[in-house]
């Protein structure tokens, strides 16, 4: 999925470096390239193409943009998400938006969804705990394979959508499976199953 380098390095010096074209997060003060699968892709774009339909079904201020940063509280860290909502009205007041494309208010940032494919530690573990330090309102790990580990996804390890909402500071989780609908706080009308997304995998929802 990537192939880190060595030297750590500070957030800055990742902004500085960080070239246009590919996709580059900073873990831990450690440059990562990512390189998602092509069943990744399919239900990222499956999942960015029904969450603008809300959007502009319901005319909110919000939009899904493809390259954008999310800067780590711990200022050693910052990732691109496979689909970050974005809160309009609010990037005045971020101060690395305009020159970075570059966010890190939780007011900024209503939904963040990560697709899981060989890095499931990185979701599960890693953004888990530096989305919900934020203050993220609602965060998606869309399990479409079942890779996560058990204590997340259950010994059966079926394909799982788990579904945390932050409740006074801390994650509260819900999960859907086959022909549950996902219940979101931030997009409460939105009429869409767990198997709807899974099946994106073969191209069907295109």
């Known amino acids: 999925m990537f192939q880190p380098l060595v030297e750590p390095i500070t957030f800055a010096e990742f ?3 960080k070239p246009e074209n ?3 997060e900073l873990h831990k003060g450690i440059i990562v390239e990512m390189q998602p699968t092509g069943e990744h ?3 990222r774009g499956f999942l960015i193409r029904e969450l603008y339909f809300e959007i502009r079904r319901l005319r909110l201020a919000y939009s899904i943009p493809s390259q954008a940063l999310v800067k780590a509280v711990d200022k050693k860290s910052g990732y691109i998400p496979d689909v970050l909502v974005l809160n309009l009205p609010n990037l005045v007041n971020e101060p690395l938006w ?3 494309s570059t966010v890190s208010q939780a007011e900024s940032i209503p939904l ?6 060989t890095n499931w530690r990185d979701d599960y573990f890693l953004k888990f705990g530096e989305y919900e330090e934020i203050g993220i309102t609602e965060y998606w790990i869309v399990d479409y ?3 996560g580990g ?7 390890k079926q394909p799982t959508i788990s579904v945390y909402v932050l409740v006074e500071g801390e994650y509260q989780l819900t999960q859907f499976r086959g022909n549950d609908r996902i ?3 931030i997009f409460p009308e939105l009429k869409l199953t767990a198997e709807e997304i899974f099946q994106a995998t073969l191209g069907e929802n295109s």
Not at 112 to 117: H, P, Y
């Open 15 to 17: 902004l500085e470096w």
């Open 22 to 24: 590919g996709r580059y």
């Open 41 to 43: 892709e399919l239900v």
């Open 98 to 100: 305009k020159k970075s």
């Open 112 to 117: 963040i969804v990560e697709v899981v494919s």
């Open 145 to 147: 394979a079942g890779l």
């Open 150 to 156: 058990k204590r997340f996804i259950g010994s059966s």
């Open 183 to 185: 219940q979101s706080s």
